[in-house]
């Protein structure tokens, strides 16, 4: 069984930057795809960011285009996700995924396992 272990949350000022992490165990890292995907109160789950394990393609929500950056170490089982010039419309509780594909990603039910995620809020 997969774990993911997410860390890297908190409160930032907009503008401001936050490292986000992904721990994976239970499983071969090689094989799956990696993605983050967040949730604001009252919203639905949507998509930020995938990586996949084949090429190193990398695919990103419009919304976070240029700002986040999606990165894996295959050799630490870990996924990260750098978030840059944050606003506050970015507040929510991010999610780690993975899913058990050699290509990039962007439905949630394209993923197997989820994290228990982390909260990031973003003042204005």
């Known amino acids: 069984q997969v774990q993911l272990v997410e860390s890297g949350g908190g409160l930032v000022q907009a503008g401001g930057s936050l490292r986000l992490s992904c721990g994976f165990s239970g499983r071969s890292f090689s094989g799956y795809s990696m993605g983050w995907f967040r949730q604001a109160p009252g919203k639905e789950r949507e998509f930020v960011a995938t990586?996949?394990?084949?090429?190193?393609?990398?695919y990103y929500a419009d919304s976070v285009k240029g700002r986040f950056t999606i990165s894996r170490d295959n050799a630490k089982n870990t996924v990260y996700l750098q978030m840059n010039s944050l606003k506050p419309e970015d507040t929510a509780v991010y999610y780690c995924?993975?899913?058990?594909?050699?290509?990039?990603?962007?439905?949630?039910?394209?993923?197997?396992?989820w994290g228990q995620g982390t909260q990031v809020t973003v003042s204005s």
């Open positions: 995924s993975a899913g058990a594909r050699s290509a990039v990603a962007i439905r949630v039910r394209e993923y197997d396992y």
């Open positions: 990586a996949s394990w084949i090429g190193g393609n990398t």
